[in-house]
């Protein structure tokens, strides 16, 4: 009988041994057949087994419990193992005996531990696995990250189902308005909400991750498509416990539909496509959802055929200053000016609306950028010394220089360089869309005015927190977008004729200069002087010129 019970023990630990070293096939069902035999067979009426992930976390009983086994019959604990591994997770087993059974022998002893061994190493790997699985694969906020994406699609490359599936990656948009709103513990909620809401529809044949900050991609089913779509259009998210607790949520969006016979080598081949694809949504004021195709591909080659072109044409001085006069409205005299750029390359003139777009993607911007302020220095300097007549030029920089901690020092050292007067300079900002980059203008502004070079905000009215940009900056200047320019056909009670008028009254209230943009006609200037805008720029007081056609006319 003893012999029996021998056997049937070395039977059930072969087979729970089998099952631990089998993970590729491992089920709860397929470890509790082998354990419950051993209960039974030593009269253990139930077996329990714990995994915390360290000692503090045992101690508050933060961690997770499995029965193995159990009876039903109750009883005490009559033998417990504890182990500790290299990761200071902590491994618990416990056994328990009804009251008025036989109690083990040290024989019976010593296989019941050798059996709670067992199952502490198998317990032990398993967790820690799945530990090194979470800090691989997600990031410190439980999202799944760009390794779990790619290794999602190089298991989709290896089925050959690649040509079935649709790769997305996409930004929220306005989400530093909406943490501003709500704060930013309810805007992670509504992020985890977003995430989950996609997450269901693209179920287990894709995976949607997080690419950083507000940014995500994700790979699915093509015929999900529309249903994911949806989402990224727009949809209400709920982020507390009142109906009225939500906010709409949208993505600007890139798309590329995975054709058959498409070949994978690595991410890049996906990635680029996408997040172009992004890019160009984020860009678009009509379509926040941008598809990928020929024409994007065109882009990515005249993006890349322009880097590689813009050394050379900034070292040949292929890029040429163009001033566009301000001028006041009583007197059309020339106040002012702005520089823009021109491209003269191989005896053609390409317009900024075909390069600078192009070169926004990427830094390269910036060089372009420092390049117009030394040009416009040099000009200044030189009728400086003509003892000719100068005014204040205005020079764009763009979102992209706000990566440079310096940059108030870099644009100071330029206009000193060429001991140009700091009131003859102007920098010209666009709104900003980020938290990041609003606190970084705002600290350029104010250093440049410390200094005494002016900084205005441009196309003031285009973007989503004009109001607040101006309330927080302390700039000179007020430059109206044209879109907010009453054109001939309205009327004194107009939407955009009262919204004209109050923002130009808010100016002066402000103590902020302000210039109207895009005038065209003698009507629009006759409304300007109703509204006591005293400043103008557009085609009614001079196209931009080149530079000495401006500097001829700067001399009249």
Known sequence: METDKQIRYYELLEQL??????????SIERINEPLAGLCRLFRVSKGVTEFYKSANHEKSGR???????????????????????????????????????????????????????VVLSFISNSRLRKIVERLTFYDDNGYRNMRSFIRCLEQLNERKQLGTHTAVYFNLRHFSQINQEIGRNN???????????LEEVIGDDGIICRAGGDNFVAIFDDGLLIDVLEILKGVPVSYGSNSSDRVNVSASTGVFRIPDGFVYEDVGDIMDKIATTSRAAKLNPSDNIVFFDGKTEEGRERLANFRKLLPLAIENGEFKVYYQPKSDIQSEEIIGAEALCRWEHEGTVIMPSDFIPILEQSSDICK??????????????????????VVRVSVNFSRK????????EHIIDIVDKYRVPHDLIEIELTESTTDVEFKEIKRV?????????????DDFGLGQSSLNLIREIPWNVLKIDRSLIPIDADNPHSTRSVMFKYIVAMAKELGLECIAEGVET?????????NSCSLAQGYYFGKPLPTDEFEAKLDK
Do not use: W
């Not at 041994?17 to 491992?26: E, M, P």
């Not at 805007?187 to 809401?197: C, F, K």
């Not at 372009?368 to 007549?389: A, S, T, W």
């Not at 220089?401 to 108030?408: E, K, Q, T």
């Open 187 to 197: 805007g992670d909620i509504v992020i985890r909400n977003y995430y989950t809401m």
């Open 522 to 530: 003698e009507k629009q200037v006759n409304m300007l002087r109703d």
């Open 445 to 457: 502004v104010s250093e440049l005015q410390q200094e005494g070079i002016s900084a205005s905000v």
């Open 63 to 117: 961690g997770e419990v499995f029965v193995c086994y159990d009876s039903g019959e109750g009883g005490s604990e009559i033998m417990g193992r504890r182990i500790v591994d290299e990761s200071m997770a902590v491994s618990k087993c416990r056994v328990y005996m009804a009251e008025g059974t036989e109690p083990l022998s040290d024989e019976e002893r010593e296989k019941v531990d050798l059996v709670m061994k």
């Open 17 to 26: 041994i089998a099952v631990t070293r089998d993970t590729d096939n491992f």
């Open 401 to 408: 220089n706000m990566m440079d901690a310096d940059l108030s």
């Open 368 to 389: 372009l950028d420092f390049y117009m302020l030394e040009h416009v220095c040099q000009d200044i300097r030189r009728r400086l010394d003509g003892n000719k007549p």
